[in-house]
């Protein structure tokens, strides 16, 4: 997956320079970014503080890990399975 050039405290600023005001255009060509990475940031992030936003994150990453262990047991339950079934 594509890592972001801004990190959550950049984006975190760039959305507060927003509700303080500043035109998003502006705003878009004084960092480089599209105005679709804006709006994308304001719908994931929008109305959240630094405390919310690590606390988010730590929850994708336990999220992530619960996905891959999942994985791994439905794996080897099936291969269980098959290995049972043909001893059969």
Not at 31 to 57: E, L, N, P, T
Request: with cysteine; glycine share 6%; charged share 30%.
């Amino acid at each position: 997956m594509k890592t972001s050039r801004f990190s959550d405290a950049q984006v975190m600023a760039i959305l507060k320079q927003a509700e303080d005001g500043i035109p998003v255009a502006q705003l878009c060509r004084e960092h480089g970014m599209s105005d679709a990475s804006f709006y994308k940031w304001r719908a994931k992030f929008g109305g959240m503080d630094a405390s919310m936003v690590s606390q988010m994150k730590s929850m994708e990453d336990e999220n992530r890990r619960l996905k891959k262990m999942y994985a791994e047991l439905s794996m080897q339950n099936d291969l269980l399975k098959e290995a049972l079934g043909k001893k059969r």
